[in-house]
């Protein structure tokens, strides 16, 4: 690979742009450098990572998914009711709670693959309804007495370090979607899906069916997320993470992931997930309002869907010069 293709690789420049972040803040805002600063960031990065890796793959097969956050309020929501009935047991909550998120991405996928619907409308529409389930079962109650084993233990540490053990559980899913994107036939699929789903179901491509289990995976990572969200805030309510779609869309594409599929990674995700976070943690140390850092993602999730187009034209353009 040439050198002029390095430079333009996004996801190079995803983690140039993350790298010089820190370098700014670390040296303009006191506390970047701290290992408490580097904690929140880390805990801010788990439910953003854990949605965006199966999103990921949703997106590059032209498909979107924006009910995700709704996932995780009404996960939380029925994790609180749970308690408050009398369920204590730890792995129960979680088990019913994963269930509960494949059940509500299979109302997605049934809407989007078996009835035709465009994924953009059956998810702004299940955004609505989950999160307004979400109110149904818990009203505006919190649910905050869950045992501190279980609080902590969700955001305990790695030993020797600041950071949360549950960023190892990320990393290896991380592997995992990355194995399966860029190393199996299932992958090549997804690709050829986003490029021409037509195309690939001639190839033999079951588009249907994978579109459906990639919807149900998203959301029963979404409320895996809703589960670590819960216990590191130690409070279940009907509005968590609410608004939390923005940055994840905003990640998925400023990593380098196009919106209309076939195209992207999860090495530029990732790197965007943190660069995101990076920011957001920065600028809130410096006391920039809350409605400064919502401009900030908004404009990160317009750049995502510029950049890497323009970074495109550019690298098409010396290329023509190259060969002309």
């Known amino acids: 690979m040439s050198i002029v293709r390095r430079i333009g690789s996004w996801d190079l420049i995803v983690l140039l742009a993350l790298v010089l972040v820190v370098a700014v803040g670390a040296s303009a805002v006191d506390g970047v450098a701290s290992p408490r600063f580097w904690r929140f960031v880390t805990l801010e990065v788990i439910p953003i990572a854990l949605v965006a890796l199966p999103l990921t793959l949703v997106v590059i097969t032209g498909e979107i998914d924006l009910s995700v956050a709704s996932v995780m309020g009404l996960t939380c929501a029925v994790m609180g009711s749970l308690w408050a009935h009398g369920v204590t047991s730890l792995p129960v909550l979680v088990v019913l709670s994963l269930v509960l998120g494949a059940v ?155 919106i209309f599929g076939g195209r992207g990674g999860l090495l530029g995700v990732l790197g965007a997930v943190v660069l995101i976070c990076v920011l957001r943690n920065t ?24 950049g890497p187009n323009a970074v495109a034209m550019a690298r098409e353009r010396l290329r023509r010069r190259r060969t002309a």
């Not at 053990?165 to 090549?188: E, M, Q, S």
């Not at 029963?220 to 216990?231: E, K, N, P, R």
């Not at 920039?288 to 869907?305: M, Q, R, W, Y």
């Open 104 to 258: 509500l991405g299979a109302v997605n996928g049934l809407f989007i693959t078996v009835f035709g619907l465009p994924s953009l409308a059956v998810t702004i529409g299940t955004l609505a309804l989950y999160r307004g389930l979400a109110y149904v079962v818990l009203g505006d109650k919190a649910i905050s007495d869950y045992p501190f084993s279980w609080t902590s233990g969700a955001t305990k540490p790695i030993p020797g370090l600041t950071i949360p053990w549950f960023v190892i559980v990320v990393a290896v899913l991380a592997v995992l979607f990355a194995l399966v994107l860029h190393a199996t036939p299932i992958g090549r699929g997804l690709y050829a899906m986003g490029n021409n789903a037509e195309a690939a179901r001639f190839a033999g491509v079951a588009v249907g069916r994978t579109k459906f289990w990639l919807f149900v995976t998203t959301s029963t990572m979404s409320a895996l997320a809703g589960v670590f969200w819960t216990f590191r805030f130690a409070s279940a309510r009907a509005d968590n993470a609410n608004g939390l779609e923005l940055a994840v869309v905003a990640a998925v594409l400023l990593g380098g992931v196009s």
């Open 283 to 306: 600028l809130q140390l410096a006391s920039v309002p809350e409605n400064t850092l919502t401009i900030v993602t908004g404009s990160l999730l317009i750049a995502s869907v510029v």
